[in-house]
């Protein structure tokens, strides 16, 4: 009987054990912290590369952090301009905070906000989905802008080339692992 019983613990351990690791119910109460700034979404980068012997390698070079005299400020380089907004409302879980895509010469950055607040879980994606809101289910097309880099606070998504701030209308945080929507904010 005792042999029965070790048998049936160490089962229900492991079984326990695996199930913590898939499901991840610690995340629903941790907080994951970003704090990057509008600015570092579009400052330039400058490329160096290295040949040494066979080998060739390069590397992404920050701007310097000295501002050019304001008498060479053109309209040109006014900055970033938000093209559409929205807020964030959660599904299922709790999430608040705004979501901006600006665009500067050309290029598309969505941007949440230093006041996103949005419901730990695991494996959480950003996505921009066609439509003025999440409708439900699985979406069939998105723009897929990778993992949520936080829970909280400010962080910046590179949008394509080819983005349409017409067709794309609302932020979509999707956990992958459970095909689940956490949060949506649709851009006005």
Same mark, same amino acid.
């Given at each position: 009987m005792n042999k029965t019983r070790w048998l049936v #613990?160490? +089962?229900?351990?492991?079984v326990g054990v $695996?199930?913590? @690791? @898939?499901?991840? /119910?610690?995340?629903l109460f941790t907080e994951v912290r970003s704090d990057e700034t509008l600015e570092e979404a579009f400052a330039p980068t400058t490329s160096t590369t290295t040949t040494i012997g066979d080998?060739?390698?390069s590397t992404l070079v920050a701007p310097s952090t000295t501002l050019p005299d304001e008498s060479t400020t053109t309209l040109a380089n006014a900055g970033p301009i938000a093209v559409t907004m929205g807020q964030f409302r959660g599904i299922d879980h709790s999430a608040e905070g705004t979501a901006t895509i600006y665009e500067s010469d050309g290029q598309f950055v969505l941007?949440?906000?230093e006041d996103t607040r949005i419901q730990n879980g695991p494996d959480l994606y950003v996505w921009l989905i066609e439509g003025?809101?999440?409708?439900g289910g699985t979406p069939a097309t998105? $723009?897929?802008l990778g993992v949520l880099k936080g829970? #909280? +606070?400010g962080q910046n998504y590179?949008? /394509?080339a080819d983005f349409d701030p017409d067709v794309a209308r609302t932020v979509l945080v999707w956990c992958l692992r459970f095909a689940v929507p956490f949060a949506a904010a649709p851009l006005t």
């Open positions: #613990v160490t +089962g229900l351990t492991v $695996i199930a913590f @690791l @898939l499901f991840r /119910p610690d995340t080998a060739t390698t941007r949440l906000e003025e809101d999440y409708e998105f $723009i897929d829970t #909280v +606070g590179d949008l /394509p």
